[in-house]
């Protein structure tokens, strides 16, 4: 670790492509949040995954046999209901999206609503209605703002590669002309609001992840020790093509046990 930053206190880890794959635990990773709760690191799971609440992901996490609590498990739609309740506490919100997003929203104190809101928000959707997707349109082109939870463009499936939300927020871009703002990750927000739920700060924080344009990118800007790992979608001869690097590249978590 660099001489300017005080040993490590908090984590962050992505969760798809560092602790598991497809539903199946890596190796290393059991070990590596044993590791975290043995050594008394304060830690949190993060994913750009807007469909499930911490509830489901943890009950999905322990069928692959991996126990994390739900409060240490921190999500792209819970990163947008903080920012919604900062920059406009008590708003409306027309939402497209599943039980992790709308409950994130309700539990902020934001009423949903296909009248007037004060926003439309997108998250990931396994059934994007072009009825709600209209809705969205209309609404944005009556002067609601425009959030979206991540701007990931497919996600996985066991049959190959899904829509997400990226690519039907083009689709409302195109028809609006509005940009969405993106609160997940690669923006560093994520990481920020993160970091205040375990009261965590970047000088003593190290996040793990297997994406370059991601979870490395968005670390370096929120000031945290990066450690990208190959067990993902990016591989040792991508790291060069990048304009910044991560402070390691290790093989897997099994490699971070050590570090904590």
């Not at 949190?44 to 609590?69: E, H, K, W, Y």
């Not at 947008?80 to 708003?91: C, H, K, R, V």
């Not at 997400?164 to 409302?172: D, L, N, Q």
Request: glycine share 8%; net charge negative.
């Amino acid at each position: 670790m660099s001489g300017a930053r005080r040993p490590a206190e908090c984590w962050l880890t992505d969760m798809d492509g560092v602790l598991v794959h497809e539903g199946q635990a890596l190796p290393g990773a059991a070990d590596f949040l044993a590791r975290l709760v043995e050594a008394g690191r304060r830690f949190l799971v993060l994913t750009n995954n807007s469909i499930f609440t911490p509830r489901d992901l943890a009950a999905r996490l322990a069928r692959s046999g991996l126990q994390v609590p739900e409060q240490a498990i921190f999500t792209s739609a819970l990163a947008t209901a903080d920012f919604l309740s900062a920059q406009l506490p008590g708003g409306s919100a027309y939402v497209i999206g599943e039980a992790g997003l709308t409950t994130a929203l309700y539990e902020a104190g934001y009423t949903l609503t296909d009248t007037d809101p004060d926003y439309v928000v997108l998250g990931e959707t396994r059934t994007y209605s072009f009825e709600a997707i209209t809705r969205a349109i209309r609404l944005i082109g009556d002067g609601a703002r425009f959030i979206a939870t991540n701007p990931d463009v497919t996600g996985p499936s066991p049959e190959g590669p899904l829509p997400a939300t990226g690519s039907v927020a083009a689709m409302v871009t195109k028809a609006t002309g509005a940009e969405p703002y993106f609160v997940g990750k690669p923006n560093p927000m994520m990481f920020r609001s993160a970091m205040n739920r375990i009261e965590a700060h970047s000088e003593s924080t190290v996040m793990v992840g297997d994406r370059m344009d991601t979870d490395v990118v968005a670390g370096i800007e929120a000031g945290l020790e990066t450690i990208l790992v190959l067990t993902g979608s990016t591989r040792a001869s991508d790291v060069a093509r990048f304009p910044f690097r991560p402070n390691r590249v290790l093989e897997s978590i099994a490699d971070v046990v050590e570090l904590v």
